[in-house]
């Protein structure tokens, strides 16, 4: 049998779609799972189910403030800012380092605000 020519596409490479920066609703159709999500590894994807958070769809309608301060129930090391900028980066598909300083200061604000209290004794 003669080989299968491949179907060739066409792409248009005036614009390099890899500086393309899709929004997170343009992507979201494409994340099966937590870890395919941009910032977030398997590591990360472990620490949210070990949270009880399983899917993309939980972590969106969560937030990033409610999933961090799960994440840190269940381990708090995970009390640190710049895990906080990775999630926001996630919701915003933006690189974790590249989100915005307002978003910035509120992830280092909300991280101070889930430090324990010191008990007087």
Not at 14 to 20: E, K, N, S, T, V
Not at 36 to 56: F, S, Y
Not at 69 to 96: C, E, M, W
């Amino acid at each position: 049998m003669p080989a299968k020519k491949p179907k060739t596409e066409k792409i248009d490479t005036r614009f390099p779609q890899m500086f393309r920066d899709e929004s997170f609703e343009e992507k979201r159709t494409t994340y099966k799972k937590i870890s395919d999500m941009r910032n977030l590894g398997p590591n990360t994807e472990k620490a949210m189910h070990k949270a009880n958070i399983k899917t993309v769809d939980q972590f969106v309608k969560l937030g990033w403030k409610k999933t961090l301060a799960k994440l840190v129930k269940t381990n708090p090391k995970n009390r640190h800012s710049i895990f906080a900028y990775a999630l926001i980066g996630a919701l915003k598909n933006q690189d974790a380092f590249h989100i915005s300083e307002e978003d910035k200061k509120a992830a280092r604000d909300f991280c101070a605000s889930l430090k324990p209290k010191k008990s007087k004794k």
